[in-house]
């Protein structure tokens, strides 16, 4: 089986660098704009050749996009229309509904598996690939009704050499549930510096203070700008509403230090502590 990656940043590149290593494609073909990720690719074996889009796409069994949300909404149309009547096309956009909405009317809708691999770090780039990125993290495809079941069948079978978990969602449940559980996670992490850096003119002063507590809820921020600036405009209303309802929790809480109510703050913490139950 022939499987094109387009896109080799670090969702590209760790998912190309896994098939090869569980041999689920004969070969593995990349796609991308940028000339040093072309060349980083080669030069880590992600894939065995980079081609222009259409002379990839020709052939391939399995078509993979793991580009930006904004591109994956103007590329996707492109694709399907390039591919053959057997070839499937993956997306792993971390917003749906407006990706499902660019294949919704076209012919070749049935050939289209909606996902969103939940896995990813900080870094990004053909150098951070890591072919243990996905292992026993969660899958999710979205109206897997407009999807032809042999294509839904191939993208589980991709999603289980990865070492995945699959869910299924509406692609506009998935936007408001991932707003909360991703999206918001990386607002407050991306404001928080930007708060600390305003604060704090003098940066080494600040890092010679920080401890694990301020590293970890800020290591979100060192995530690309290139991938999360069409996240949220794509998302922009789930996420503004979780905001909305982040500020008006951060406002109880303030009101709380200013009335110097210590058993409100202990009742949150305490409430907050219950949510390792859930990520255990």
Known sequence: MVVTVIGLGLIGGSIAKRLKIKDFAHEVIGVDNNLSHQQEAIALGLVDEVLPLEEAVKGASLVIIAIPVDKTVDLLPVVLSLISDTTVVVDMGSTKKIICDAADNHPMRKNFVATHPMAGTENS????????????????????????KSAVKLVEQLYDVLGMQVIEMESGDHDVHIAYVSHLSHVISFVLSETVLDKEKDVKHIFNMAGSGFASTVRLAKSSPDMWTPIFKENAKPISDVIETYINNLQKFKNMLDTKNSEGIYQVIERANTIQKVLK
Not at 126 to 143: G, H, M, Q, R, V
């Open 125 to 148: 780039g053909p150098k951070a690939a890591d072919s243990k990125l996905f292992e026993n993290k969660t899958a999710i495809i979205c109206d897997r009704l407009k999807s032809g």
